[in-house]
């Protein structure tokens, strides 16, 4: 126990954790991560370079953030971080004493013509002026210690306390995590279950992603700027409870709605859903949505082409999603419609909302609604008060420990002949040449204030 | 006034900052070649001038276009440069000790100033996601986080520079008082990278419900960061003072360089549009 706590301590240990954390996040832009990769192109990639493939499967190189090495990593990070972290605090409660001087410190010394009550009076009143606090004196008063930025002891470990809490909150987070991603027309009822989803990113030991909610998104509205770039979205939750009422939350880009602990988020994707309905003489009715992209201008038209369902129809769309303004709101939304049938010559024309159009073979097909569709995301995060209070703490830690260095200041009053000498030295773990050069500034204003040789005296390092 | 002809006046503002800081770029460099410190001097006020015109164009383009300087590329870029001249000054009036390093840290704000003309501003205005005080936080604290790296790269070079006899290096502060600066700002540059990331993560949460994502302009981040760690961990246990310290300085200046620059341009990520 004692060697894996001295091997987890060592600094050799933690620039080696980190350079192989840091190595695993180049290598996580180099080799194209499942995640973000189409399947095809591992495919292809396997068909081009077997061996090289398979090494990256083996290695798991193409989920690196969820392979059980990186976790491993993380964890003796983690662990390393424990451990340092228990001693640094030890170190800093149990050493309340300050160290003697910093020999390898260039020491600076002062001659004075003044007594030594007068001459305590002015090192401390300087050193009040510069901040210093006095930690401890001598019995006969020769020997004065100085400290400035006490709090700067404690840097490191708050520093390290905040990176242990983000880790462990990120690591749990990564165990248990859900994030379903569904979309959602407007107005049509959506039940939050694990087949529904269009996709799903879960934690390792997550159990399937089932919320067992019913809702539906009603009255989305898209804002938009000046140059017609959507500004934001709003829109409301309607979620239909057990006992039959229904619960109506507000929903907009950034302001997620909370729902039993779970949040949802509005994706800020959108676009429009078109209802088609095809009247066939030998069948029934069919009725198909068609969801389109919002354009990056609200007044570009949409287009696509599509396979209508379970039919030979293929459809050329551009849609207009208001044809008097041109505008986003659903108003007056019209399609410019191409049909293709198989062995029919293509038919074409302008279908507005709920008109028809007359097909071959006396078929028809009405442009039934236009209505939003949003993406939505569905999340339960785990472990964020103790993720944020990581992030608060490492922040302050690394802004004590950089910005606010603990200093100790050593004053030794030594009698001469006709004078006093006074030895300035000090101690700092950080910006030492320029805490040397604060220590002259000191030994200068002491000079003028209580030197022998008055304000041309100058001090000696 | 309308808005074109307030992006007139605020490109003749930028114009005539470029022209200051240019001005106190040759007088920097003069300082290099005779060491005289009144060249310092001049080439400190010249900047401190050249911000004047710089903020009021920074200000009028922001009360033209609706939005901070930290959309478009060139708005990014110029406010890059501002930041690190900013700070440059601020430090270097406090220890004037740092008012030499204005001779690595100037051209490479013009290097900024003139990447900006290469992406030419457009009139895109933010995305729905792009609001709240975490997202500010976010794209604004890469101004000062960069502003330390470059002040931290310029004491390093400094650092490193041949000392002769003679010439300009006499006039330089103490070697060790540079790699105090260079420790000093490196540590401020780990803080406010930091704070980036933070504030990053806590917008993508309240975005997107999601606070990492290991996008690759967030994996290179946080690569920055570690990499500054380690030169601090270095520094700290293995005594890496001088030059091991000021090489491994411009390594992480590099990396910055990297994840900010070019990263955006080669890779798929959300940071990819409105990055550098």
């Excluded at chain 1, 095809?40 to 059980?68: G, H, Y």
């Excluded at chain 2, 070649?33 to 400190?44: A, E, F």
């Excluded at chain 2, 000392?163 to 700002?185: C, I, M, T, W």
Aim: net charge positive.
């Amino acid at each position: 126990m004692k060697h894996l706590i001295r091997f987890l301590l060592s600094p050799k240990t933690i620039v080696l954790l980190l350079t192989a954390l840091a190595i695993a996040g180049v290598i996580s832009t180099v080799v194209p991560q499942s995640g973000t990769t189409e399947p095809v192109f591992f495919a292809e990639w396997q068909a081009k370079n077997p061996l090289w493939c398979s090494l990256v499967k083996i290695l798991r190189l193409d989920q690196i953030f969820t392979s059980w090495w990186f976790l491993l990593l993380v964890g003796l990070i983690a662990c390393s971080l424990a451990c340092s972290l228990y001693y640094q605090a030890k170190a800093v409660i149990t050493n309340r004493e300050p160290k003697p001087a910093n020999s390898s410190l260039p020491h600076t010394t002062v001659t004075l013509a003044s007594t030594k009550t007068n001459m305590r009076a002015a090192i401390k009143k300087i050193l009040a002026a510069n901040q210093y606090r006095i930690i401890s004196t001598s019995i006969e008063g020769n020997r004065l210690i100085f400290g400035k930025n006490r709090l700067g002891r404690w840097g490191s470990v708050i520093f390290h306390l905040g990176l242990l809490c983000v880790i462990i909150a990120a690591l749990y987070n990564s165990v248990h995590r859900q994030r379903g991603f569904a979309t959602l027309v407007e107005d049509k009822p959506f039940v939050a279950n694990a087949e529904n989803w269009l996709s799903t990113e879960l934690g390792l030991l997550a159990p399937p992603y089932n919320l067992d909610l019913s809702l539906q998104l009603t009255n989305f509205k898209p804002e938009y700027w000046q140059n017609d770039q959507v500004k934001t979205m709003n829109s409301e939750v309607v979620i239909n409870n057990k006992n039959g009422s229904k619960t109506t939350l507000p929903i907009s880009v950034n302001k997620p709605a909370r729902i039993n602990g779970v949040k949802l988020f509005l994706s800020g994707d959108y676009g429009y859903a078109l209802d088609f309905i095809l009247n066939k003489k030998s069948s029934n009715p069919i009725l198909t949505h068609i969801l389109m992209d919002a354009q990056t201008q609200k007044t570009e038209p949409l287009t696509c082409e599509m396979n209508f369902p379970t039919t030979d129809y293929q459809l050329n769309i551009r849609f207009f999603p208001d044809l008097t303004k041109p505008s986003h709101f659903p108003t007056f939304p019209a399609v410019d419609l191409v049909i293709r049938e198989k062995g029919e010559p293509p038919q074409s024309g302008r279908l507005l909302l709920n008109q028809t159009s007359i097909l071959n073979n006396y078929n028809t097909m009405t442009l039934n609604r236009v209505s939003y569709w949003s993406g939505v995301i569905f999340v339960k995060t785990y472990g964020l008060p103790l993720l944020y209070t990581g992030f608060a703490l490492s922040i302050a830690g690394a802004f004590i420990l950089y910005t606010l260095p603990f200093k100790v200041a050593y004053f030794s009053i030594i009698e001469e002949e006709n004078h006093l000498k006074l030895i300035i030295s000090g101690r700092v773990k950080r910006y030492q040449a320029l805490f040397v050069h604060e220590l002259e500034d000191i030994a200068q204003k002491l000079n003028q204030e209580v030197g022998i040789h008055g304000d041309n005296a100058t001090a000696h390092s | 006034m309308e808005t074109t002809q307030l992006l007139i006046v605020e490109a003749v503002c930028h114009w005539v900052a470029v022209s200051f800081y240019l001005m106190a770029t040759a007088f920097f460099t003069k300082f290099l070649v005779n060491s005289n410190h009144k060249n310092l001097t001049s080439g400190w006020w010249l900047s401190l001038i050249g911000m004047i015109p710089h903020t009021l164009s920074l200000g009028i383009r922001w009360y033209a276009v609706g939005h901070g300087p930290y959309l478009q590329q060139a708005e990014s870029l110029s406010f890059l440069a501002y930041g690190a001249i900013g700070m440059f000054l601020a430090f270097s009036h406090k220890a004037p000790k740092l008012k030499s390093i204005g001779v690595i840290l100037m051209p490479c704000a013009l290097l900024l100033l003139a990447l900006r003309f290469f992406s030419a501003p457009g009139n895109e205005m933010p995305p729905a996601t792009f609001t709240g005080i975490w997202f500010i936080i976010h794209t604004i604290s890469i101004v000062p986080a960069m502003g330390a790296f470059v002040i931290a790269l310029g004491a390093s070079v400094l650092y490193l520079l041949p000392k002769r006899g003679g010439g300009f290096s006499v006039k330089l502060p103490a070697p060790e008082v540079l790699d105090a600066y260079n420790h000093q700002f490196a540590g401020l540059a780990f803080i406010c990278w930091g704070i980036m990331i933070i504030a990053g993560a806590i917008w993508a949460e309240q975005s997107w419900g999601r606070y990492w994502g290991w996008d690759a302009i967030e994996t290179w981040s946080l690569i920055t960061w570690i990499f500054l760690g380690l030169l601090l961990h270095l520094r700290r246990f293995f005594d890496w003072q001088g030059k091991n310290a000021a090489w491994a300085m411009i390594f992480c200046f590099m990396v910055s360089v990297v994840t900010l620059f070019f990263l955006s341009s080669i890779t798929g990520s959300i940071h990819s549009e409105y990055l550098l």
